[in-house]
C-alpha cells in the first residue's frame, strides 16, 4: 500500500493521530479493565490477542469502514449520507458505556476543530450532535486533505495505542514491552486498512461479543479508573 503525504497532511495526521490530542481517548479501556479485573489478560501476550481479534473481527473495523464513508459523503457534499452514517453507527454501539465513548470524543474533536478551522463550522452544524469520533475525525481528515489509507492507518494505530497504553497502566505492563506489542501490531494494521477499502456497505459487521460482555459488566465494576 502506497501512500503519498506532503508535509501539511503528514503534519496534519499526526496531529489527528497524537495522544496528546484533546478528546479524553487516555479514560477509556473498552472493557479491557474489566478483562484485567476478570483474569481474562494478564499479561502482553493476551493482550496482543485481545487487539488482534478485535482489528479482525470487533467494532473498530465498523469505525473504520463508516470513515471510508464519510470520507465519500463529505467530498461530495453528500450531508445526507452523512448523517445516516452517523446514525448508523450511533445504533451500532452495543453498549450505553461505548456509544456514550464515542459520543463524547466526538463532540471533543468537533469543539476542538471550530477553534482550529472556522471553515469546518457549516459540515458541522450539518451533522448536529451528537456525533461520532469516526465521523469527526473523516471530517477533519477531509478538510486537511489527508490520503484515506493515512487517515484509516492514523486512526487505528491511535486506538491501539490508547488500548495499549491502557494495559500498561492496568496489568501493568512495562513501556518497553508496550513498544513491542504496538510494533508487533503494524503488519495487521495495514492489512486491516486493505481489507476495509474493499468492504461494501453490506460487509459492514462485526462479531462483537466479547467487548460488548466486557463493555456491560464494566458499567457495574466496583473499582475503576477508566470510564469504559
Known amino acids: 500500500m502506497e501512500i503519498t503525504l ?32 476478570n483474569g481474562t489478560i494478564t499479561n502482553a501476550d493476551n493482550l496482543k490477542d485481545w487487539l488482534k481479534s478485535e482489528l479482525i473481527y470487533g467494532s473498530i473495523r465498523l469505525d473504520a469502514g463508516v470513515i471510508v464513508r464519510a470520507v465519500h459523503a463529505v467530498k461530495t457534499d453528500d450531508i445526507e449520507a452523512l448523517k445516516r452514517w452517523n ?21 471533543s474533536l468537533i469543539q476542538l476543530l471550530s477553534k482550529l478551522e472556522s471553515g469546518i463550522l457549516p459540515l458541522v452544524h450539518a451533522v448536529g450532535y451528537p456525533c461520532n469520533y469516526a465521523i469527526a ?16 492507518l492514523a486512526y487505528l494505530h491511535s486506538w491501539a495505542n490508547n488500548l495499549i497504553t491502557a494495559g500498561i497502566k492496568l496489568i501493568p505492563l512495562g513501556q518497553t514491552a508496550g513498544q513491542e506489542l504496538l510494533l508487533g501490531l503494524q503488519p495487521l494494521l495495514t492489512t486491516t486498512v486493505e481489507e476495509i477499502l474493499l468492504m461494501e456497505d453490506d460487509d459492514l459487521g462485526c462479531c462483537n461479543w466479547g467487548l460488548s460482555l466486557a463493555s456491560m459488566q464494566h458499567e457495574i465494576q466496583y473499582t475503576r479508573l477508566f470510564r469504559s
Open 6 to 37: 506532503t508535509h501539511n497532511n503528514f503534519l496534519g495526521i499526526l496531529q489527528l493521530a497524537s495522544p496528546a490530542l484533546p478528546v479524553g481517548a487516555y479514560g477509556y479501556s473498552e472493557g479491557l479493565e474489566m478483562l484485567v479485573e
Open 87 to 107: 446514525l448508523w453507527l450511533s445504533a451500532a454501539r452495543d453498549t450505553e458505556e461505548l456509544r456514550a465513548a464515542n459520543w463524547q470524543m466526538g463532540r
Open 137 to 152: 475525525f473523516a471530517i477533519a481528515c477531509v478538510h486537511w486533505d489527508i490520503n484515506i489509507q493515512a487517515c484509516l
